[in-house]
């Protein structure tokens, strides 16, 4: 009782006096609390640099770590622990254009989602940063309005790897001007985890000398990202 919305494992033992211990290990899933009978439509427009119609979106639990979401979709491009009930509608991609910056555009909803809270993850090969936002959902249809997605190692957002981004992790590192510190609060923190090339939680060298490794052809962590 009171558990957050979720996916468990419950283990039974059964033992006692002169009987062999038994243990049952049963799987269950919590959904999130919801009003009797509300729901309400998710939709958003997602916002990359090519317009491959493979981008994959779904509604996670709330309970799932960011990180653990990133790890599975750079392990493998493999994921699970999202609610399987809840389906996409994407709709055909379009050119657009965002800050001056010639952009593809795909409108998404979810339909009929029981009020709750939840993480929306999109999900894009190529080298894309998993996107994910946390959304709460009531009884009125919810615009998650537009998200951008970033590339790994793309720190100055014009769709490109390149000597440029680098150089911009290079003057993060040094305390120089650089890009880290411009936009919104959620662009920033992107921003930071787009540079973080080792997904060790720190944005430095090591980091620009992978894309200096890629841009060069010879061996990067690029090659681990799908």
Same mark, same amino acid.
């Given at each position: 009782? %009171?558990?957050?919305? %979720?996916?468990?494992?419950?283990?039974?033992?059964?033992?006692?006096?002169?009987?062999?211990? @038994?243990?049952?290990?049963?799987?269950?899933? @919590?959904?999130?609390?919801?009003?009797? %009978?509300?729901?309400?439509?998710?939709? %958003?427009?997602?916002?990359?640099?090519?317009?491959?119609?493979?981008?994959?979106?779904?509604?996670?639990?709330?309970?799932?770590?960011?990180?653990?979401?990133?790890?599975?979709?750079?392990?493998s491009g493999t994921v699970s622990g999202y609610y399987t009930e809840y389906t996409v509608t994407k709709e055909t991609i379009s050119s657009t254009t965002v800050d001056g910056k010639a952009m593809k555009a795909q409108t998404f909803s979810f339909d009929t989602v029981p009020a709750g809270d939840y993480k929306l993850v999109i999900f894009k090969p190529e080298k894309y940063v998993p996107k994910i936002v946390e959304i709460t959902v009531g009884t009125s249809d919810y615009s998650c309005g537009e998200q951008k997605l970033w590339l790994y190692g793309d720190v100055n957002y014009d769709g490109a790897v390149d000597n440029v981004d680098a150089g911009q992790i290079n003057r993060y590192v040094a305390g120089i001007g650089n890009v880290f510190s411009k936009g919104t609060a959620t662009e920033r923190t992107e921003r930071l985890i787009a540079g973080d090339i080792n997904c060790d939680g720190d944005v430095n060298n090591v980091d620009a000398g992978h894309i200096n490794r890629h841009l060069a052809g010879v061996g990067s962590l690029f090659s681990k990202f799908n």
């Open positions: 009782k %009171g558990l957050p919305a %979720g996916n468990y494992t419950a283990t039974l033992k059964i033992s006692g006096a002169n009987v062999n211990t @038994v243990s049952f290990n049963m799987k269950f899933t @919590v959904k999130p609390k919801t009003n009797p %009978g509300a729901s309400a439509t998710v939709s %958003g427009t997602v916002l990359s640099w090519n317009d491959t119609n493979d981008a994959l979106y779904y509604l996670y639990p709330t309970t799932m770590s960011d990180a653990d979401i990133r790890a599975q979709w750079k392990t």
